[in-house]
């Protein structure tokens, strides 16, 4: 049997298709795109656990997510 793991990543509109794309080169793929709480799109996406170097796209996620942060909060 598959084990998954999974990840989700906001998406910014004028940029879609390079997100999906680079995190597609690093195993992962797309199960589907909401509306996030505040509006903005949020994509989830799975792989195989140990298809890849483990963990590879986490820190990129943190990264990510951060800059959605506001400064100084």
Same mark, same amino acid.
């Given at each position: 049997?598959?084990? %998954?793991?999974? +990840?989700?990543? =906001? +998406?910014?509109?004028?940029?879609? &298709?390079?997100? +999906?794309?680079? %995190?597609?080169?690093?195993? %992962?793929?797309?199960?589907?795109?909401?509306? *996030? =709480?505040?509006?903005?799109?949020?994509?989830? +996406?799975?792989? =195989?656990?140990?298809? *890849?170097?483990?963990?590879?796209?986490?820190? @990129? @996620? @943190? @990264? &990510?997510?951060?800059?959605?942060?506001?400064?100084? &909060?």
């Amino acid at each position: 049997m598959t084990t %998954w793991e999974y +990840l989700t990543t =906001p +998406l910014l509109i004028h940029n879609t &298709a390079a997100i +999906l794309n680079n %995190w597609g080169k690093q195993g %992962w793929e797309l199960v589907q795109v909401v509306t *996030g =709480p505040e509006g903005g799109l949020v994509a989830y +996406l799975k792989r =195989p656990v140990g298809g *890849g170097e483990q963990n590879s796209g986490l820190d @990129a @996620a @943190a @990264a &990510a997510s951060r800059q959605f942060e506001e400064p100084g &909060a």
